[in-house]
């Protein structure tokens, strides 16, 4: 399956991340917070309505070199979403060497009500193949290693979760 995807490029100070002033924190928390890019990737679907594209919030260290292990992370709700801003569970498997993709599938907010009435009625099946639309958007963006992924999740990204790696193993 192909997806197509474009992306915005979200680069915060860490000051701007922890409205704070950096002295407070220790010198590796300060070092691993700016070194965090941050891109919203907009992500066309690869199965039902490809109009109603989503996104994907993924964090790479701006000092990495090449495709990086990746952390499939699709949000609880399942309404709801994820926002490209400081996350610190994110942060520490982004300093740890991991490329993390938070997935908006189609059904999260903030993407309008066509978008969200498009999950009933295809739970386990668009929302799971957006996560591999997304991970398979950052693996040809040269951000993620397809062959060392793993997926996390609360809620209904637990659910996804299970899903994911019984469809997708």
Not at 47 to 52: N, R, S
Not at 116 to 121: C, K, R, V
């Amino acid at each position: 399956s192909s997806s197509s995807s474009s992306s915005s490029i979200y680069h915060w100070t860490a000051v701007e991340a922890l409205n704070s002033d950096l002295s407070l924190l220790p010198a590796a928390a300060a070092a691993a917070i700016s070194d965090v890019d941050c891109r919203a990737m907009d992500i066309t679907p690869t199965v039902g309505d490809k109009q109603l594209t989503f996104q994907a919030v993924v964090q790479v260290p701006k000092s990495r070199s090449g495709p990086l292990p990746a952390v499939v992370v699709p949000h609880g709700g399942p309404h709801t979403a994820v926002a490209a801003n400081f996350y610190m569970p994110f942060t520490l498997l982004t300093a740890l060497g991991y490329c993390v993709i938070a997935v908006n599938y189609r059904g999260s907010t903030g993407f309008g009500e066509a978008n969200i009435q498009s999950l009933p009625g295809n739970v386990g099946t668009n929302d799971v193949e957006d996560c591999i639309a997304a991970l398979d958007a950052a693996v040809a963006a040269g951000y993620a290693d397809s062959s060392r992924a793993a997926a996390v999740g609360g809620s209904h990204g637990g659910f996804l979760t299970g899903h994911l790696v019984g469809q997708h193993p």
